[in-house]
């Protein structure tokens, strides 16, 4: 089993930042995919940034420039630091492992960005 658990999310003003955390842990084998994914209130869930365990990345149109995800590898965690927030960010922000094919999802954590 794999648990992931998230941090760091909040309200902030447009134009602020915020950092958010992912910890996993349980069965945890490389290499594997780590990644933010986000769900406004009335709209699917969609990819943020994802990361691999080589540290190749990809991001959303919508937030490249402005967001940076990166990983330790060693405390299998994952961070989403985000910047230039703007009011269309506000999401439940959710952590994302894939492992051998596997996907496990963290519970969730609230950004709302006020403009």
């Known amino acids: 089993q794999v648990q992931l658990v998230e941090s760091g999310g909040g309200l902030v003003q447009a134009g602020g930042s915020l950092r958010l955390s992912c910890a996993a842990s349980?069965?945890?084998?490389?290499?594997?995919?780590m990644g933010w994914y986000r769900q406004a209130p009335g709209k699917q869930r969609e990819l943020v940034a994802i990361?691999?365990?080589?540290?190749?990345?990809n991001y959303a149109d919508s937030v490249k420039g402005r967001f940076t995800i990166s990983r330790d590898s060693a405390k299998n965690t994952v961070y989403l630091q985000m910047n230039s927030l703007k009011p269309e960010d506000t999401a439940v922000y959710y952590c994302?492992?894939?492992?051998?094919?596997?996907?496990?999802w963290g519970q969730g954590t609230q950004v709302t960005v006020s403009s």
């Open positions: 994302r492992i894939v492992i051998i094919g596997n996907a496990y």
């Open positions: 349980g069965s945890i084998f490389s290499p594997n995919t």
């Open positions: 990361i691999a365990s080589g540290g190749s990345t």
